[in-house]
T-cell receptor, first 114, second 113 residues
Framework: EPEVTQTPSHQVTQMGQEVILRCVPISNHLYFYWYRQILGQKVEFLVSFYNNEISEKSEIFDDQFSVERPDGSNFTLKIRSTKLEDSAMYFC????????????FGPGTRLTVL | AQSVTQLGSHVSVSEGALVLLRCNYSSSVPPYLFWYVQYPNQGLQLLLKYTSAATLVKGINGFEAEFKKSETSFHLTKPSAHMSDAAEYFCAVSLSTGNQFYFGTGTSLTVIP
């Protein structure tokens, strides 16, 4: 069964460093999303991406964040200068044009900022 | 503004007992509603969804949920809990296709043998 994959599963970085979280959405999906979950808190929407551009973003997704679909398979989230409060689990999701309501989530990348 | 409230961050039931996980939402327009399950170290798996069709929705693993507009609720139930149901459950709402999801804080379900 097709699934969303994310790499790495765990990323440790120093404050101020740039990180890139990678996602491979399900191959025929057209909508892509990033969410994050700070430990003990709810899953929060960051950004949605469609047709090679951001379709919606939350107030969390400030200038430190960017997304890119560098090729036909990967979808990346970049944090330019990480802060301690960026430590969280980051989930990628994708959905199909035929049923955009059903978002398929990846296993997440746990980002730890020291 | 949209929000989702899950009453009870932790729920314990005995194996074979009824599972009831509560979810209430607030939305300015008719919502789409979802329940996701998260097993340890795994991603979010869709259990079921309501998208303005039948109000009683059946999902995977014997779970079902009923959309009650008058109560703004979408509670998740399962008649008989199984040990494998132990996981974190998230209720979510979206407003239109392809839009962002708003998640509740999650309910951790423990099944006691």
């Amino acid at each position: 069964e097709p699934e969303v994959t994310q790499t790495p599963s765990h990323q440790v970085t120093q404050m101020g460093q740039e990180v890139i979280l990678r996602c491979v959405p399900i191959s025929n999906h057209l909508y892509f999303y990033w969410y994050r979950q700070i430990l003990g808190q709810k899953v929060e929407f960051l950004v949605s991406f469609y047709n090679n551009e951001i379709s919606e973003k939350s107030e969390i997704f400030d200038d430190q964040f960017s997304v890119e679909r560098p090729d036909g398979s990967n979808f990346t989230l970049k944090i330019r200068s990480t802060k301690l409060e960026d430590s969280a689990m980051y989930f990628c999701a994708s959905s199909d044009w035929s049923d955009p309501n059903e978002q398929f989530f990846g296993p997440g990348t746990r980002l730890t900022v020291l | 503004a949209q929000s989702v409230t899950q009453l009870g961050s932790h729920v314990s039931v005995s194996e074979g007992a009824l599972v009831l996980l509560r979810c209430n939402y607030s939305s300015s327009v008719p919502p789409y509603l979802f329940w996701y399950v998260q097993y340890p170290n795994q991603g979010l798996q869709l259990l079921l969804k309501y998208t303005s069709a039948a109000t009683l929705v059946k999902g995977i693993n014997g779970f079902e949920a009923e959309f009650k507009k008058s109560e703004t609720s979408f509670h998740l139930t399962k008649p008989s809990a199984h040990m494998s149901d132990a996981a974190e459950y998230f209720c979510a709402v979206s407003l239109s296709t392809g839009n962002q999801f708003y998640f509740g804080t999650g309910t951790s379900l423990t099944v006691i043998p």
